[in-house]
């Protein structure tokens, strides 16, 4: 066959967004020339902000989200949060077929980039304020469950990715019979406590500095679940690491707010302490192979500099509770095998 005259181009996504922003910019008065990349995340979406006169708005947030990436979820949770009082974009324009969508924009001052030792405190209490707001507008059968088989799924990404993929090593019968058996404590510690709406990405990088604050992103895959899930996941991140006089201030100010509130939270923070701790380990695990599956499918290495954090939370719960010490001493055994093999993450 003679070549092509109009060879492929080298991101037809990005053709495909301008075109249908270009149907929609008499709206919003948005400068197409204007478009430049904001941010990009972990999956295949990817987020352009464009100048715009919409409203007082000088910018907009342009969203490439290809399918099968959440769309409709995202625009359906974005209105449960806001009747909730939570701060999130407005969704102006979609097209959810192709998975384009034009939202309001947050600002730059991500968490991750402004929090330090004056302004912990009072940021992190904000977003633990949101979030219980978030929790109290639950109900019943409106997302999706956060069930046995989903927790399950999330942890198996470990022995794939991780130890399978990343490290070289089989899964021998030992190994295996000890993961399942740490995969169903926390499963089982998951399941006992009261369910929620879960945000499962509330972290400092998907919050931003904002009036009210914070502002909140990237929730699409909200789900029912745990309660202690989203506080683990605030404080115990893929991006940032605080002392544990830190965590304690928080996890306390979470659990004494949320009881006034009403929430289900258990009434001894020893326990409440520990599902926490257990809640947070289930998504420890799950990203040391998420991390890996990044790397080794998606071609995203830069997620494995954060391997050795996620290493230390999940051995530093580990070793404090005795059924899960066996698990502790393989995660030793694990990193002393990346140590050997070569692998410094």
């Given amino acids: 066959m003679p070549p092509s005259s109009n060879p492929p181009s080298a991101d037809s996504r990005l053709e495909q967004l301008c075109a249908w922003l270009h149907t929609v910019a008499p ?28 409203q007082g708005q000088p910018t907009l947030i342009a969203v490439d989200a290809p399918p099968p990436e ?54 992190m209490r904000d977003a633990l304020d949101t979030l219980i707001r978030w929790q109290l507008s639950t109900r019943d059968n409106v997302l999706p469950p956060f069930d046995e088989a989903f927790l399950r799924r999330e942890m198996e990404l470990m022995p794939e990715w991780f130890i399978g993929r990343h490290l070289g090593r089989e899964v021998d019968d030992v190994t295996r019979g000890l993961l ?10 998951a399941r006992a406590q009261p369910q929620v709406f879960m945000l499962r990405d509330f972290m400092p990088r998907n919050l931003m500095q904002a009036t009210p604050n914070p502002g909140v992103l990237d929730f699409q895959d909200a789900v029912y679940g745990p309660i202690t899930y989203d506080v683990a996941s605030l404080l115990r991140d893929a991006f940032i690491s605080w002392d544990e006089a830190f965590e304690l201030d928080c996890f306390v100010y979470y659990w004494e707010h949320a009881k006034k509130a009403g929430l289900p939270v258990d009434a001894d923070f020893g326990e409440f302490y520990r599902q926490l701790e257990w809640m947070g380990l ?4 799950k990203v040391l192979g998420l991390f890996c599956r990044i790397h080794h499918r998606d071609g995203k290495p830069q997620y494995l500099q954060d391997l050795p954090r996620f290493l230390g939370y999940a051995r530093k719960v580990a070793e404090r509770y005795r059924p899960l010490g066996p698990f502790a001493r393989l995660l030793d055994d694990l990193e002393g095998r990346a140590t050997d093999i070569g692998y410094t993450f």
């Fill in 180 to 189: 399942d058996r740490t995969f169903a404590l926390l499963i089982a510690s």
């Fill in 282 to 285: 289930q998504r420890h695990i």
């Fill in 27 to 54: 709206r919003y008065g948005l400068n197409l020339a204007s478009l430049a990349p904001a941010s990009a995340d972990a999956s295949f979406r990817r987020y352009f902000r464009v100048t715009a006169s919409h």
């Fill in 70 to 123: 959440k769309s409709r979820e995202f625009a359906a949770i974005a209105k449960l949060l806001q009747a909730a009082q939570v701060h999130v974009p407005d969704v102006l324009e979609a097209d959810f077929e192709h998975g384009f969508m034009l939202l309001t924009d947050l600002g730059t001052a991500s968490y991750l980039s402004v929090l330090n030792g004056n302004n912990a405190r009072p940021l």
